[in-house]
Nanobody
Framework: QVQLVESGGGLVQAGASLRLSCAAS????????MAWFRQAPGKVREFVAA????????DYADSVKGRFTISRDGAKKTVYLQMNSLKPEDTAVYYC????????????????WGQGTQVTVSS
């Protein structure tokens, strides 16, 4: 059973940067598509970024393009989300997710989820 553990969240001011990490264990990380989703209070969960199993393909939500970067380290079985120029509207719980199927940004396709890490951006 794949386990995902996120870290790196926190409280920052607008314009600051954070890097989220997601450590995977118990599964075939090297052949998994990994993604980040987020859920703000009172809102539905939304896609943030995804990266293919080789890292050759990435995709981002329009709201974070140019500010966020997803990457992965196969040796460490870890996926990262570098978040720059943070805005108050980025405030949410960020979840790491994994799927063994082809590259997708649809949350229903992801079978493994972390517990989430809180990111709060003050204005």
């Amino acid at each position: 059973q794949v386990q995902l553990v996120e870290s790196g969240g926190g409280l920052v001011q607008a314009g600051a940067s954070l890097r989220l990490s997601c450590a995977a264990s118990g599964g075939a990380f090297s052949t998994s598509t990994m993604a980040w989703f987020r859920q703000a209070p009172g809102k539905v969960r939304e896609f943030v970024a995804a990266i293919s199993w080789r890292g050759a393909t990435t995709d981002y939500a329009d709201s974070v393009k140019g500010r966020f970067t997803i990457s992965r380290d196969g040796a460490k079985k870890t996926v990262y989300l570098q978040m720059n120029s943070l805005k108050p509207e980025d405030t949410a719980v960020y979840y790491c997710a994994r799927t063994g199927i082809q590259f997708t940004i649809t949350d229903r396709a992801y079978s493994n989820w972390g517990q989430g890490t809180q990111v709060t951006v003050s204005s």
